[in-house]
């Protein structure tokens, strides 16, 4: 081999070397492990009987031992070049028992890169079907309330309307204003091999950093949300057109007090309905028609030596459906609190009455009483940490350091 | 040899005693190192007092180009500016607490009257966000000492809250023994910047809901973790206050582990360095104002060492190696004979790094300002035939690309 031949292969060895990575140490990411354990014991008392086959809603009186909306999530993050940071997470939840879901979702598994102004996200994570949440039990609670529904759903999981495979884009204005862009891959309970987008919207919401909770101003959060669902048109086969809803939700700060907090919550949720639903046959009517929801909640947080001691909800929501010709609207009353027993451990107990009115009582029953008392152990932890968040009080107020 | 092989070689080779750009000698150059010294403190004299003016705040910092971390700064800088009196002065020292956290300056190893000494609850209580707090004493006793904040010193010292302060001697037996122009100062510090960040968001957040309380008039003792006697403390115990529970003062949950290691707040290759000529006598006033012991060595010479504390040594011994444990301060003179560039590092090696990434930390070098151009060109005194064209047979431009201009230093990071 002659002398410009060896020089060529020494090169071409140097420079190959950095694109494998593959020796030496990588940098170690942020990890960050979280689980939240939710276990209650649940008596209902249920009166009518619905066509919707979801066993909780069975005429009469049962018992129930409930672990479901527990989670385990893993992520990992760092920092990229220029000021970007990227993270992964993958999660799953144990859903309610035969929902079609198995003993396991897998709720979470994404990936983001963000700067200070941006966020990307691809992958199936918590969609922008509500804004905001409540101090419920389980985020599913008063899901008919306070999340738009998937009409792609058949109505017997919850997780239809909470998780999808996204594609969203985040800009940051100002630290507090938050525009985002998205498209969904619902799931479909017709279609469920169909992974193409169904699902477009975007949201502006002004949120004030947690860490700026303690300025006292009124407004906490407030912002509109829009989602746009790619669905067949029932008076023109074939073809498709878009099911719109738009929410709408604010949080005030009403006693922003570090030992009395108080504040309030309130959504508004209207589902601009397909043309041509005048009856509730099937849940696809329930999602489809056109119908107001509202749904608020006022909490009593009380903390002591910095820390929550317990906190008390009480919250009530009502949804009509307009266009039903025998009438159709329903409404929840709900109240719960939670007691700090210990280092991330809370003693639960919460009451919700729930009305159906009219049409829908063939389909969801007539009304249940439901009593929970329970445990909770949620924990989060970062190992390794190495750069701060966006919304740090450092961040903020101090300068961001990318 | 592999790529990483082949510059780790050569990084050993060269980076030992190699750091700075060549126009180190340039006059740019020597107006930079200036900022890379404590600042001295002006003061305004009123009677027989002189009186300073401190404040402290959160500021950004950059120990090494392209990292930064919040501190917190007296009057803005890391280390914080250098009060410099002599023996006997009265001293009047301003506090302001610009930051919403609570602080307290405390002047190590000086005679100060114990209300003046800093240590909150004990001698007085802290400097409260945007309080002030009059500091009075005589400058006493001579020599090299510091000051830093003594409320919850974890956090603020290694934050940034300190600052050098000396004592001349107006009969400096030191000078006269050793007679010199010159002499620099240098504040060794450790910083877990993790941690520095996670408890200062956690502490700030803290205080803004006990300002709150506090405007209220409803702040008490619990809260505060601050309790008048044992009685008071173990009544609060039973009435819920719990250790470890309500102790949560610190964010993370274990000891702070230092990964970057500064020299008046700069990381290599951003450290000062020490100037001198061929026949000079520098001093060299080292102060530890950090929880890490360093073990300072200094290649090609033996230093005199000549106070201990700030307390000269009547019979001064050399050696070339000083273990500058916290707290400490020595004085050494470095007699300038053996011209060239010379590094002054701290034998820990682990602790010339930048998290954990060779070089860093508190490398510097000793360097002759007499040193002829030449002497840097490296193919003519090199006895490493990669420099010479007898060895692997490179054209210019190759060898250009591999070794860079045929003269050092050079600035040795890292791959």
């Known amino acids: 081999m002659k ?24 940098l170690l990411p942020e990890i960050e492990i979280g689980f939240k354990t939710i276990t209650t014991g649940n008596y209902f008392s249920n009166k009518g009987i619905p066509s919707l086959n979801i066993p909780v809603l069975n005429e009469g009186e049962r018992t129930v031992s409930d672990f479901s909306d527990s989670y385990f999530m893993i992520g990992a993050r760092q920092k990229l070049y220029k000021g970007w940071r990227g993270q992964m997470v993958l999660g799953f939840s144990f859903p309610d028992a035969n929902t079609g879901l198995g003993q396991v979702f897998y709720n979470q598994i994404m990936a983001r890169v963000e700067n200070k102004k941006n966020i990307i996200t691809i992958g199936r994570t918590t969609t922008q079907t509500t804004l905001g949440s409540f101090t419920t039990f389980r985020d599913d609670d008063v899901m008919q309330f306070n999340y738009i529904l998937n009409p792609f759903s058949s109505g017997i999981n919850t997780e239809d309307n909470q998780y999808a495979n996204v594609l969203e884009y985040t800009r940051i204005f100002k630290n507090r204003l938050y525009v985002t862009l998205h498209g969904e891959n619902y799931q479909s309970f017709s279609n469920p091999n169909d992974y193409s987008l169904n699902g477009i919207g975007g949201s502006i919401v002004y949120r004030v950093p947690e860490s700026q909770v303690w300025k006292r101003e009124i407004i906490k959060e407030i912002g509109v949300s829009s989602v746009n669902f790619d669905i067949e048109n029932p008076n023109s086969p074939g073809s498709n057109t878009y099911l719109s809803n738009l929410a709408s939700y604010v949080g ?12 309030f919550k309130l959504m508004n949720i209207t589902n601009f309905g397909m043309d041509g639903i005048s009856d509730i046959t099937s849940y696809d009517d329930y999602t489809r028609s056109k119908s107001q929801s509202f749904f608020g909640m006022v909490r009593y947080l009380n903390r002591k030596l910095e820390r929550p001691n317990y906190q ?15 009438g159709a609207n329903q409404y929840v009353l709900i109240t719960n609190m939670f007691y700090r027993i210990g280092n991330n451990f809370d003693f639960l107990v919460q009451y919700r009455y729930h009305v159906n009115r009219g049409e829908l009582i063939p389909l969801l029953g007539k009304s249940q009483h439901r009593f929970q008392v329970g445990l909770s152990f949620s924990f989060n932890k970062i190992f390794n940490n190495q750069f701060d968040d966006r919304n740090s009080i450092l961040n903020l107020e101090h300068g961001y350091i990318k | 040899m592999d790529r990483r092989d082949f510059i780790a070689t050569g990084a050993l080779s060269t980076a030992g005693m190699i750091f700075f750009p060549g126009n180190l000698l340039a006059k740019e150059s020597k107006e930079l190192l200036k900022t890379k010294f404590p600042q001295p403190l002006p003061f305004k004299q009123d009677g027989e007092w002189k009186e300073f003016e401190l404040y402290v705040d959160v500021k950004i910092q950059e120990p090494a180009p392209g990292f930064s971390f919040h501190t917190l700064a007296f009057n803005d800088m890391v280390p914080g500016p250098e009060i410099r009196v002599n023996y006997g002065d009265k001293v009047r020292v301003k506090f302001k607490n610009k930051s919403k956290l609570n602080h307290t300056i405390h002047w190590h190893g000086m005679h100060v009257p114990w209300r003046m000494d800093g240590v909150p609850m004990v001698s007085q209580l802290s400097v409260m966000p945007e309080n002030e707090f009059i500091y009075e004493f005589e400058a006493k006793p001579i ?10 010193t974890v956090l603020h010292m290694q934050a940034g809250m300190f600052g050098s302060l000396i004592v001349e001697d107006p009969n400096d037996t030191i000078k006269k023994q050793f007679p010199y122009e010159r002499e620099y100062t240098l504040i060794y510090s450790a910083h877990d910047v993790n941690f520095i960040r996670q408890e200062m968001n956690r502490m700030l957040e803290r205080m803004e809901e006990r300002s709150y309380l506090m405007s209220k008039g409803r702040f008490d003792h619990e809260r505060w973790a601050v309790f008048n006697n044992h009685d008071q403390l173990n009544e609060s115990i039973k009435n819920g206050w719990e250790p470890p ?36 006598n520098i001093r060299v006033r080292l102060i530890n104002a950090g929880a890490e012991i360093h073990n300072l060595h200094l290649h090609g010479h ?6 201990d504390d700030g307390i000269p040594i009547p019979q001064p011994w050399k050696r070339n ?16 004979n053996n011209r060239g560039i010379w590094t002054f590092h701290d034998h820990d ?15 510097l070098a000793l360097v002759y300002e007499d040193l002829p151009e030449d002497e840097l060109i490296i193919s003519k005194y090199s006895g490493n035939p990669m420099y010479k064209n007898t060895g692997m047979n490179m054209n210019s431009n190759m060898k250009s690309m591999l070794m860079g201009d045929d003269k050092l230093p050079k600035i040795a990071l890292d791959e």
């Open chain 1, 312 to 326: 008390i909800s009480l919250g009530g929501g009502y949804k009509s459906l307009s266009e039903i010709n025998g």
């Open chain 2, 245 to 280: 529970y309500a102790l949560n003062r610190r964010a993370p949950a274990g000891i702070p582990q230092a990964d970057w290691f500064t020299v008046n707040g700069k990381s290599y290759p951003d450290t000062p360095y020490l100037f001198i000529k061929s026949g000079e």
């Open chain 2, 143 to 152: 020599g090299t000492h510091f000051y830093h904040c003594h409320w919850g």
């Open chain 1, 3 to 26: 002398k410009y031949q060896l020089t060529i292969v020494f090169l071409g060895l140097i420079f190959m070397q950095g694109y494998g990575q593959g020796r030496g140490e990588d």
């Open chain 2, 302 to 307: 033996d230093f005199w060492m000549v106070a």
């Open chain 1, 252 to 263: 005030l700060n009403i006693h922003p007090d570090p030992v009395h907090f108080v504040d």
């Open chain 2, 321 to 336: 190696t000083v273990p500058l444990t916290p707290g400490k301060t020595y004085d050494i003179i470095i007699e300038g």
């Open chain 2, 349 to 363: 090696t682990r602790k010339v790094t930048n998290n954990g990434l060779y070089p860093g930390g508190n490398l």
